[in-house]
């Protein structure tokens, strides 16, 4: 272990968290192993795959090609932050369930974090919209057409919660 370590404040899901990492602590792993929030895969570890995506100040980066250090003083969203509230589901998550859009569930948090992305920036999204938003995330299982037809179900008005998509 390094003897060298840097302290950083990252306010994840709408809570400051501050820890000290050694400089190459990667921001998945400070998800995941520092904060305990599991709910980012790791997958390919080279930003490939997309199960580790995460919101980074409202947009979609890969944490695993990250540091923990470069997100300092910025604002971290993780699939545990996309629920309104503890045991509930956002618009998105639910309309994952229904529509059948996973299955193994590997790519699951990667794939919730693009659609909600896509949500934020634009209501409306059509079908090449929603498969240009999702194209770097990678999925065996599905085929993708089940998580393009969750999103157009949240697009359609028939999941709308108070906490937004």
């Not at 910025?74 to 859009?101: N, W, Y």
């Amino acid at each position: 272990m390094s003897t060298y370590t840097q302290q950083v404040q990252i306010n994840v899901n709408g809570a400051l968290r501050t820890a000290i990492v050694e400089p190459r602590t990667t921001l998945v792993d400070f998800l995941r192993e520092h904060l305990g929030l599991t709910g980012t895969h790791v997958g390919c570890e080279h930003g490939i795959c997309g199960a580790c995506t995460i919101l980074l100040n409202g947009d979609p980066v890969r944490s695993c090609c990250m540091l923990a250090v470069q997100a300092d003083g910025m604002a971290v969203t993780t699939v545990e932050g996309l629920s309104p509230e503890r045991g509930k589901l956002s618009a998105i998550q639910d309309a994952f369930c229904e529509k059948h859009a996973l299955q193994c569930g590997y790519c699951t948090p990667g794939m919730l974090m693009a659609c909600h992305a896509l949500l934020q920036r634009n209501r409306q999204p059509d079908e090449a919209a929603i498969r240009e938003a999702i194209s770097g995330n990678l999925c065996r299982c599905t085929g993708y057409q089940q998580i393009v037809d969750a999103v157009k179900h949240v697009v359609s008005g028939e999941k709308k919660h108070e906490a937004g998509v």
